[in-house]
């Protein structure tokens, strides 16, 4: 049988989750604790019931979701397989050899599985695995057995499949963890999180936990259960808020309301969690006095975690404002055209290849045909808006009077939502009245992914006119009417070979990329394609075109376009 170290243990905890991430963690040299990882996932601000207190509450949640939410947030890629289905099912069996490949995978480079099931309904941990057996450790450790049969994963009471391994660091400094933990908390806190039909969660959970509590409609296994499970997650809220405080400078001090709130919810459900102990003692009946007392506890721990809530979003606010007014935003040139399009870090598509060809190619055009705006975060780009006066945007549009076109804007990932794209379109708006441009055009699309309109909306651009998936946008800077329109695409008749015409600008590796592949696959099938390649001329709109009908505006990857160029040229020749 092949094993990981014997110290990699589930510890003793009511979240099994946060206590199997932390093991998964350790074999990756976290040393982290249990309450630590609780609270930095994100985990122990989530509260989840249904509405009679059933033991499967606190576990009910959306686990692929929330649970690899929980890794990043700790600074981890994860991997991961989790099935409902049937475990004798084709999907069930199928998701079964997914989750031992997983195992499998982790044993081979010293890493565990956190796994559902494992002597309980409950998380644990494979931590060995021979023929077709697998080494567990659990919440029963030296009771049960510590052996788990490979066909009984995804059986047992909750017959659920998941796996989820840890696999790698992601670099996180202590801000930006603290940051994206204190987010989740709100979101979780205040139960807008992802959830299961009949589950409360957040302040939800509370409300359902106090009315059940007054109907006197409830499991006092599952009170008794959920007393300890969320006294546990809100002590630990309190100890990891009162923890990093004081490395986060302004940030810390402003977190002073919630370190307060959650500190006296932890205290009362500290105090729910003594009275209502688990296992409940056999044939337990809660009398009216004790459903008062409890109700009451519940009652004072909501409205302190309320308070607490209301102390991150205030805390959140004011980190912002100060982020903010470190933001500087200056002109593209020569001197900076090197950091440009540091939107390419964030997308999973390898393009440094056509950043540097944008580059090259935008700097004879600087300042005359091309321009940016630039917005810099001390000394770290975080955002940019790039554009040209029309005629040299080379977008098939037409319009009258002076505009200009915007490129595709973009924003670091962490600003988003928080005011800083304004200064950006507030610099380019000034140049553009002072240059008496009568308006700003640009391209939106329907994938909510890239360049959707809801974004532009908010900067006061207003649709003017659909094809297909594009989306034509503008604001009006002066009372001079535009007439702008999108150039509809010329109508080929079929027959011989299928036309692709490829016309390159430069303004972003992400759609030179994907007329790249155009290119390279029209190239791949020469004897059926007939490739038209160059860059765009004056009056020339630049994209790519399969018999007529343009490319769709983002990513297409190679193979996507080679299987669909042969299957157009076969139809197309008939």
Known sequence: MTRLPTDLRLPRAWDTASAALTVCARALGDARDVPTVAAASGLAFRLSLDGELGLGGPHAYPWREELCSAAERLGYDCEVVSSSEPADSALGRAARTRALALIDRGLASGRPTMVWGVHAPEFGLVRGKGGDRLEVSGILDTIAPAELAVSDLGRGDVPVLFALQLTARIALSAEEAALTALRAALTLGRGAAPTLAGVATGASAFAALSSALDRGVFDPAGLAYAAQRYAEARAAAAGWLDAIAPGLG??????????????????????????????????????????????????????????????????????????????????????????????????????????????????????????????????????????????????????????????????????????????????????????????????????????????????????????????????????????????????????????VVVRHSYNCPLLLHSRNNAAAAARGLADQVLLDERDAGEGEGAGAAVAGRPLIHGFVPLAALTTVLRDEADRWQK
Not at 423 to 452: K, N, P
């Open 250 to 499: 302004p940030l810390g001090s402003d977190l002073a309301a919630a370190r307060a709130g959650f500190r006296r919810s932890a205290n009362m459900l500290g105090e729910l969690a003594r009275c209502h102990p688990f296992p409940p003692p056999p044939e337990t009946l809660i009398a009216t006095t004790g459903r008062e007392e409890a109700r009451a506890l519940v009652d004072d721990a909501a409205r302190a975690e309320a308070a607490a809530l209301d102390g991150i979003e205030a805390a959140l606010a004011a980190h912002a404002r100060r982020r903010l007014e470190r933001l500087r935003v200056v002109d593209l040139d020569r001197a900076r055209l090197p950091s440009l399009f540091g939107c390419i870090r964030e997308l999973p598509v390898g393009l440094a290849a056509e950043a540097d060809a944008c580059r090259e190619k935008i700097a004879p055009a600087l300042g005359a045909r091309f321009f940016g705006k630039l917005l810099y975060e001390d000394d770290r780009l975080v955002g940019h808006l790039l554009y040209a006066p029309l005629a040299d945007a080379h977008y098939p549009i037409v319009a009258a009077g002076a505009r200009w076109f915007i490129f595709c804007p973009w924003l670091a990932h962490e600003l988003r939502g928080r005011g800083a794209g304004a200064l950006l379109f507030d610099a380019l708006v000034a140049d553009a009245r002072a240059a008496h441009i009568d308006g700003l055009l640009t391209i939106g699309t329907s994938d909510e992914r890239f360049l959707y309109p809801a974004g532009f909306a908010r900067h006061g651009f207003s649709p003017v006119d659909q094809r297909g998936e594009l989306c034509l946008l503008e604001r009006a800077l002066t009372d001079v009417e535009s007439g702008a329109h999108l150039i509809a695409p010329a109508t080929l008749e079929p027959g011989g070979k299928l036309p």
